[in-house]
């Protein structure tokens, strides 16, 4: 049963970076990407980018240069660092599994989400 | 503004069939059959219902397939039932590896 397990900071101020790891437990670490998104309160969802096992990473141009997913394959976790926040980056932030042999391109597992809100 | 575009809600009652439809373009929808579709409850995360186009992850009732024409996209759900009450979402990979999703559909089951 393969299990993500997301966490980090909640409460951010203006100009702070935002942290979070998710951890990946059971199944395959090396065989799938992985990625982040995230979804203002009420709205729709966003992908903010992806990076696999070898550390190859590709990101949403829409966060312009803000965005840093790295990967630690010994403890199959990933994060995300997204610096300069402002409160357009309050969201609920996901990491989830590309399925790749097993779901193509669809994403079959999800973390639980950590509401991230950037006030001063 | 999201890069596709889904109806913003859409009914129906118990037993029917719906249609949601996901309009892209030629850069996206259009160009790979790498559209997915995601159904996600209040509070909840989203759980992969479709993906590339026409395929259902393992455990998925058969009552949820997927299309696509051109660059439009469909999600059907066969045989409604109320617990297909949710927020679905489509997805696809634009010429460029990026991901892009839909504003989102709500399904309200008369």
């Known amino acids: 049963q393969v299990q993500l397990q997301q966490w980090g900071a909640g409460l951010l101020k203006p100009s702070e970076t935002l942290s979070l790891t998710c951890g990946v437990y059971?199944?395959?670490?090396?065989?799938?990407?992985w990625s982040w998104f995230r979804q203002p309160p009420g709205k729709g969802l966003e992908w903010i980018g992806e990076?696999?096992?070898?550390?190859?990473?590709n990101y949403n141009p829409s966060l312009k240069g803000r965005v840093t997913i790295s990967v630690d394959t010994s403890k199959n976790q990933f994060s995300l660092r997204l610096s300069s926040v402002t409160a357009a980056d309050t969201a609920i932030y996901y990491c989830a599994r590309q399925g790749i042999a097993v779901t193509g391109t669809g994403f079959d597992y999800w973390g639980q989400g950590t509401l991230v809100t950037v006030s001063s | 503004q999201s890069a596709l575009t889904q109806p913003a809600s859409v009914s129906g009652s118990p037993g029917q069939s719906i249609t949601i439809s996901c309009t892209g373009s030629s850069s996206d929808v259009g160009a790979y059959n790498y559209v997915s579709w995601y159904q996600q409850y209040p509070g909840k995360a989203p759980e992969l219902m479709i993906y590339?186009?026409?395929n259902r992850p393992s455990g998925i009732s058969s009552r949820f397939s997927g299309s696509k024409s051109g660059n439009t996209a469909s999600l059907t759900i066969s045989g409604l039932q109320a617990e297909d009450e949710a927020d679905y979402y489509c997805?696809?990979?634009?010429?460029?590896?990026?991901?892009?999703f839909g504003g989102g559909t709500k399904l309200t089951v008369l």
């Open positions: 059971g199944g395959s670490f090396s065989d799938h990407f």
């Open positions: 590339d186009v026409t």
């Open positions: 997805s696809s990979y634009t010429y460029n590896s990026i991901l892009v």
């Open positions: 990076i696999n096992h070898g550390g190859i990473t």
